[in-house]
T-cell receptor, first 114, second 108 residues
Framework: EAGVVQSPRYKIIEKKQPVAFWCNPI?????LYWYRQNLGQGPELLIR????????DSQLPKDRFSAERLKGVDSTLKIQPAELGDSAVYLC????????????FGPGTRLTVT | RKEVEQDPGPFNVPEGATVAFNCTYS??????FFWYRQDCRKEPKLLMSVYSSGNEDGRFTAQLNRASQYISLLIRDSKLSDSATYLC?????????FGSGTRLSIRP
């Protein structure tokens, strides 16, 4: 069974540029999560989707970050414009949903903003 | 104070040793608990869920102490391949909170 797929794996951009990350969850997983992880820290939840609905985006910096999950499958996370402090690993995870919240993570996108 | 706290380590132990570490949580309404392991520059991977009665998976034992608000992970007969960062995860309502992780290094 294929795992969570993310692309790109690495991205280097200059500050003020836009960037987008893509995630394809495990087939049949209704819940999708985007996390940001800084060095030496645990992942920090940015947004959680149940199917197409964003049910928790309280930690998403909405002035520059946006996300969408069209048709309840793939998801895209965008930053515009990027700032130096956005350099981090962006992880996508999925879970079956409802009471099954065991999460499976993709390999992440390592973003460097210069 | 963080809602979920872990000793960052590193714990440096010889191969074959038993090692244990805890994760404390501050909100008594916390509902579900998990341990993940994360290898260097890799994604977190689910190690085990933590059940109220405690649970064991091979060399790994997880326990929950609701009264003192912590979960623990015990690794017996540690292997070199156990070297990683161990993240605890606590859920509360719709919130999912990761600890910062405990780094474990097993030496030959």
């Amino acid at each position: 069974e294929a795992g969570v797929v993310q692309s790109p794996r690495y991205k280097i951009i200059e500050k003020k540029q836009p960037v987008a990350f893509w995630c394809n969850p495990i087939s049949g997983h209704n819940t999708l999560y985007w996390y940001r992880q800084n060095l030496g820290q645990g992942p920090e939840l940015l947004i959680r989707y149940e199917n197409e609905e964003a049910v928790d985006d309280s930690q998403l910096p909405k002035d520059r970050f946006s996300a969408e999950r069209l048709k309840g499958v793939d998801s895209t996370l965008k930053i515009q414009p990027a700032e130096l402090g956005d350099s981090a690993v962006y992880l996508c995870a999925s879970s079956l949903g409802r009471d099954r919240i065991e999460q499976y993570f993709g390999p992440g996108t390592r973003l460097t903003v210069t | 104070r963080k809602e979920v706290e872990q000793d960052p380590g590193p714990f440096n132990v010889p191969e074959g040793a038993t090692v244990a570490f805890n994760c404390t949580y501050s909100n008594s309404a916390s509902q579900s608990f998990f341990w993940y392991r994360q290898d260097c520059r890799k994604e977190p991977k689910l190690l085990m869920s933590v059940y109220s009665s405690g649970n064991e998976d091979g060399r790994f034992t997880a326990q929950l102490n609701r009264a003192s608000q912590y979960i623990s992970l015990l690794i017996r007969d540690s292997k070199l391949s156990d070297s990683a960062t161990y993240l605890c995860v606590v859920t509360r309502a719709s919130k999912i909170i990761f600890g910062s992780g405990t780094r474990l290094s097993i030496r030959p």
